[in-house]
């Protein structure tokens, strides 16, 4: 669940429906930022939920084909994570399953 936050410094690209409830696409230019490869710049994308969640299922492979189909293309992947993180909040997150996929 949460408030009203949004990445610092996006751009509005669009939005899509997936699991029942509308994200919002955002870009982020980075300019010297920090990345795997020493101070770059680079483009962060972003999907974000409008409604609260609690629970569920996240399909990462659907955000990135929505933002494939934008123009919006990721390169080489170098590190895939999964995080789960509370801003400005308090409580806990229970991850009960985490599968990672390469290919179909």
Wanted: hydrophobic share 35%.
């Amino acid at each position: 669940s949460w408030g009203d936050w949004r990445p610092p410094g996006v751009n509005p690209v669009g939005n899509f429906w997936l699991d029942g409830e509308i994200y919002d696409i955002y870009i982020a230019d980075k300019f010297n930022a920090p990345s795997i490869d020493g101070d770059r710049n680079f483009r962060q994308f972003w999907s974000v939920r409008r409604s609260k969640r609690t629970y569920g299922t996240v399909s990462v492979f659907k955000h990135f084909e929505e933002w494939a189909r934008r123009g919006m293309y990721l390169g080489k992947m170098y590190e895939v994570s999964l995080a789960v993180e509370g801003y400005k909040s308090s409580g806990k997150a229970y991850v009960y399953e985490n599968t990672i996929t390469v290919g179909y």
